[in-house]
């Protein structure tokens, strides 16, 4: 067997993976949101920042060294309890540690040196760019301002530096091959975390995220399947080339990519049927066995589905010789896909109520995907009302979501390319204010400094009328926008 058919199999295992990653039911009973006010008194008068007592961190005190200082242990407290629960859309308060940033980075940071400095710098910076001081004696909350807004404090954003050493550590990180590490899935991981830590603050990190996805595939394909963390490593990179590659600018970037994702589901959707009239649907005809949102991705196996096929429709149309086929299987897709998306929000409105949240995530995911090919790839252009009420419909949606949130911080790609087209017609840019406040509250009080940097670029296409993509182009900006 050659090397390519060696991958092609293990790509289909890891597929086979990814499709029998049950989605839980979300329970709203046991999990519930947390943002930074769980850090901050409940005075509404009053605007505090609380480091989270050290007694709150369960998994990190399983595995932790009996050498490491009490500070360190506060730095991972505060990933643990924190920033872990905004790297997945559905997972916040989680009692029963099923977040799998909680579940398996704790358990590889006490066997692996890397991992334990990486995750504390990780933490180190996400606490310095929310103003929180982890140099602290006593295991208590820590009051850094109790007279006004601490995010207007000095040490707030852009000033967060790092030093060359952590620069260069970084840079050793990236730049490591898969035959240093004896434990493949601990390299995988180091490259998971490397790009969660790019996507939150990508002005000072130094590393080149396509790179690490790279790293991260090659990882994975040479994980055994039977390993632990098998499951959560090759879903975590599907999700990831995924998402990166439908907001990805220079398209020609995507030629050399293999996406070979087959997630073996189809929804049994009779093309004569009339959607417009739902009493004309049998939906008891209909297999909604893939309709359960996963709470890591925050989408349905169906819409994720899609998505893979929507990159490779972009992966072709950056050949000119096949435009018009492409963009002809592309109407066909958009007809699916809608066609889907109609059906299952009849379905789920008959059924017991999932998490809401959640169910709108999965819609935006949906939805931001037909409009970014009837934008890219059918070329139509913002004055058309199809398009325009597309538009709204998503900004409607994301206006639903609560600030400060897993949910917010997991779409904030599909607030950037949908306020980029707020432009040109009053109704269109008075909608403004919802995206701003949502990238705003992201970076003033979760910390995503990338929430910052996309703002500018959106700006920058209100003043141009440009769509983003040849903002992108024009000035050779390639950044990643998934969590």
Not at 85 to 101: A, C, E, M, R, V
Request: charged share 20%; net charge negative.
């Amino acid at each position: 067997m050659s090397s390519k058919d060696n991958k092609v199999s293990k790509i289909k295992k890891i597929n086979k993976a990814i499709d029998k990653t049950n989605s839980q039911p979300f329970n709203n009973g046991s999990l519930s949101i947390v943002d930074i006010n769980d850090f901050k008194s409940t005075d509404k008068e009053v605007c505090q920042t609380l480091v989270p007592i050290l007694s709150q961190t369960r998994t990190f005190q399983t595995y932790l060294p009996f050498n490491i200082s009490f500070q360190n242990q506060k730095i991972l407290n505060f990933y643990e309890t924190f920033t872990s629960s905004f790297l997945t859309p559905g997972f916040h308060k989680d009692i029963n540690k099923q977040n799998p940033f909680k579940k398996f980075i704790p358990r590889s940071a006490h066997t692996d040196q890397n991992i334990m400095r990486l995750i504390l710098l990780f933490s180190k910076i996400h606490m310095k760019s929310l103003g929180i001081d982890y140099h602290v004696e006593d295991d208590k909350f820590i009051d850094l301002d109790v007279a006004g807004d601490i995010f207007t404090m000095q040490s707030f954003g852009n000033n967060v530096k790092i030093s060359e050493v952590d620069i260069n550590f970084l840079k050793h990180l990236a730049n490591q091959k898969l035959s240093e590490y004896n434990d493949i899935s601990n390299y995988t991981l180091i490259q998971m975390v490397l790009i969660s830590l790019h996507t939150f603050f990508p002005n000072i990190s130094p590393i080149n995220w396509r790179q690490c996805i790279k790293n991260a595939k090659e990882g994975i394909l040479n994980t055994s399947t039977n390993n632990e963390m098998f499951s959560f490593l090759s879903h975590w990179l599907c999700y990831q080339e995924l998402m990166s590659s439908l907001t990805t600018s220079n398209l020609k970037l995507l030629q050399n990519n293999d996406f070979e994702y087959d997630f073996d589901v189809e929804m049994s959707l009779d093309t004569e049927q009339n959607i417009i009239h739902s009493n004309s649907l049998n939906l008891n005809t209909i297999d909604f066995a893939n309709l359960d949102i996963d709470e890591f991705s925050g989408m349905d196996r169906q819409t994720l589905k899609y998505l893979s096929e929507s990159v490779k429709l972009l992966q072709k149309f950056s050949d000119d010789d096949l435009k018009l086929s492409v963009q002809l299987n592309t109407m066909e897709l958009i007809i699916n896909m809608e066609k889907f998306f109609f059906i299952s929000d009849i379905k789920r409105q008959q059924t017991s109520i999932e998490d809401p949240f959640l169910i709108i995530t999965n819609k935006i995911f949906g939805k931001i995907t037909v409009y970014m090919l009837k934008r890219r790839v059918l070329q139509m252009n913002i004055t058309k009302e199809p398009i325009q009420s597309m538009l709204l419909e998503i900004i409607n949606l994301i206006n639903i979501l609560p600030q400060n949130t897993s949910y917010s911080s997991c779409v904030f790609f599909a607030m950037f390319i949908s306020g980029c087209d707020l432009i040109t017609y009053d109704y269109l840019i008075d909608k403004r204010h919802i995206i701003l406040n949502h990238l705003n509250s992201l970076h003033k009080n979760v910390g995503m400094e990338s929430c910052q940097r996309v703002t500018d670029y959106m700006k920058h296409c209100w003043l141009t009328g440009k769509p983003w993509w040849e903002v992108f182009n024009e000035n050779n900006i390639d950044i990643i926008f998934t969590i």
